[in-house]
């Protein structure tokens, strides 16, 4: 009897670990204190040298300065990183802040008001890492060209700070 109570004690132990270890690092955990994290665009984290592409609704022949509108079925996430390493972008840090909101202009200073672009549309709020949402079609963002957007704990205040994540506007053919 003690046998069958040790085996299946052992083997769900087992069941459990590697239920744990398939999962990505910081999946289904809140955003919480002191954390480290990087800004993911289209399943692509963005600690990377490499701008992200994001697909706008420009059509036909661009002309400098042209905005529009992201192309539907983007998604945007936060993701926890252990240990704290970078190959490329940049790290943010929550500090004592426990939500993540996305933006597509500088953060403001503590106690500012958002920035104009990030009022175009509903602001994007992360509470969980690794759990997607959609990049809203109301933003207003250039047509083509490279920028950087900014996943930024709320508010902004030291030692918080923000991940920044390059990206690459891409209007269609």
């Keep these: 009897m003690r046998i069958v109570r ?3 004690l052992v083997l769900g132990v087992v069941l459990i670990a590697t239920w744990a270890m398939a999962l990505p690092a910081g ?3 809140k955003v919480g204190h002191k954390q480290y994290f990087t800004g993911v665009i289209n ?5 990377t040298s490499t701008p992200i592409p994001i697909q706008m609704a420009c059509f036909g022949p661009l002309t400098p300065g042209e905005t529009g509108h992201p192309m ?3 998604t945007l996430a936060v993701h926890q990183l ?3 390493a970078t190959s490329g972008g940049s790290l943010g840090y929550t500090g004592k802040d426990s939500e993540i909101q ?3 202009a500088a953060p403001p200073g503590a106690g500012a008001a958002a920035p104009a672009a990030a009022k175009s549309a509903k602001p994007v709020i992360f509470v969980r890492y690794d759990k997607t949402q959609r990049l809203s079609t109301a933003l207003t963002l250039p ?3 490279t920028a950087t957007v900014y996943f930024s704990p709320i508010p902004v205040v030291p030692p918080s700070r923000s991940a920044t994540v390059a990206v690459e506007f891409v209007g269609q053919p």
């Design 6 to 8: 040790r085996t299946t």
């Design 27 to 29: 999946a289904l955990g």
């Design 43 to 47: 399943g692509t984290d963005g600690n």
């Design 72 to 74: 539907a079925g983007q």
């Design 82 to 84: 252990f240990p704290p």
């Design 102 to 104: 996305f933006l597509t």
């Design 143 to 145: 047509c083509s060209g």
